[in-house]
């Protein structure tokens, strides 16, 4: 499966944002999906997973209550919304595949080419 990122953009302190990740291949409603991103500087880090049917998503402790995944599989895109975006949310954002439950980086095996936010002060 191939995914494209977008949705990235700069917005000030306390704005949302809506990422998407759109996947070709009919095969999108099998993966598990997960939202990463990587800081300046800083290593990649997990941010959301939803399962394959939507049913199931967790997130990291840092966007718990600000961040919501969700996906629709009709039309293979899985969604970010952000809100409440806080400057330490500055980053590239990456979709994943991968197996649900997992947040190491090394266990997702397929990548979107990532979508800046850049969140002001």
């Known amino acids: 499966v191939q995914l494209q990122a977008s949705g990235g953009g700069l917005v000030q302190a306390g704005g949302s944002l809506r990422l998407s990740c759109a996947a070709s291949?009919?095969?999108?409603?099998?993966?598990?999906m997960a939202w990463f991103r990587q800081a300046p500087g800083k290593e990649r880090e997990f941010v959301a997973a939803i399962n394959w049917s939507g049913g199931s998503t967790y997130y990291a402790d840092s966007v718990k209550g600000r961040f919501t995944i969700s996906r629709d599989n009709a039309k293979n895109t899985v969604y970010l919304q952000m809100n409440s975006l806080k400057p330490e949310d500055t980053a590239v954002y990456y979709c994943?595949?991968?197996?649900?439950?997992?947040?190491?980086?090394?266990?997702?095996?397929?990548w979107g080419q990532g979508t800046l936010v850049t969140v002001s002060s």
């Open positions: 994943a595949a991968g197996p649900y439950g997992r947040t190491s980086e090394r266990e997702f095996f397929y």
């Open positions: 291949g009919r095969t999108f409603s099998r993966y598990d």
